[in-house]
């Protein structure tokens, strides 16, 4: 069965430090993983996916396929990063599987 | 420009009542639908998936149904309501290129 699991639900770091949410996953096939975002009184909106291997507000996430981990890693983070963050693998028929969230603080 | 909505944004209702929760998207025909729920310390679950008018597809057993009665519209709905379906539900749409775009959330407050 499919499974994302991030094993922090908090995570606080002060403004100017490096940050990574941890994120593994447990998928038979060949994963595609996403990161979500979901800023105070916003909607969730996708952060980035490890296909475009793209960096997105600074942040960037490696598929580990070894470690079967995809964590999300910012070098210097910014108090505006402070948010709800979580990982997503698509499974068939697209449908996502999410992990629990990360809720990070980000302290002035 | 696509976009979707749902309502209603807070909702609180007694035990036993019966609930429907609305999603419409607009600018695009024939999205992928999805209902998600985000209960408290958890994270978010799959509920119901529907790929097209009729078709519905359910993650898990529960006191919840869901229904796509046109292309652009899914009702999530339960005859008599339990304490433990209180959360926060999302909706959400995506076409083929799994990006998934979510509405603004409802608040659901069983008592």
């Known amino acids: 069965a499919q499974r994302v699991t991030q094993p922090e639900k908090l995570l606080s770091v002060f403004k100017g430090a490096p940050v990574e949410l941890k994120c593994n996953y447990s998928?038979?096939?060949?994963?595609?993983l996403f990161w979500y975002v979901q800023y105070s009184r916003q909607r969730l909106q996708l952060l980035l996916r490890?296909?475009s291997r793209e960096s997105i507000k600074g942040f960037t996430a490696d598929l580990n396929k070894g470690e079967t981990s995809f964590h999300l890693k910012k070098p210097f983070a910014q108090e505006e990063d402070s948010a709800m963050y979580y990982c997503?693998?698509?499974?068939?028929?697209?449908?996502?599987?999410f992990g629990e969230g990360t809720q990070l603080t980000v302290n002035p | 420009s696509q976009t979707i909505h749902q309502w209603p944004a807070t909702l609180v209702q007694p035990v036993g009542s019966p609930l429907s929760l609305e999603c419409t998207v607009e600018g695009t025909s024939n999205p992928n639908l999805y209902w998600y729920r985000q209960a408290a310390g958890r994270g978010l679950q799959l509920l119901f998936y529907s790929v097209g008018i009729g078709q519905i597809s359910s993650e898990v057993p529960q006191n919840l149904s869901a229904s796509r009665p046109q292309d652009r519209q899914f009702i999530l709905s339960s005859k008599k309501l339990l304490l433990s379906d209180s959360g926060f539900y999302l909706c959400?749409?995506?076409?083929?290129?799994?990006?998934?775009?979510f509405g603004s959330g409802t608040q659901l407050s069983v008592l």
């Open positions: 959400a749409w995506s076409s083929n290129s799994e990006k998934l775009f």
């Open positions: 997503a693998l698509i499974t068939s028929g697209s449908r996502l599987t």
């Open positions: 490890h296909i």
């Open positions: 998928y038979s096939g060949s994963p595609e």
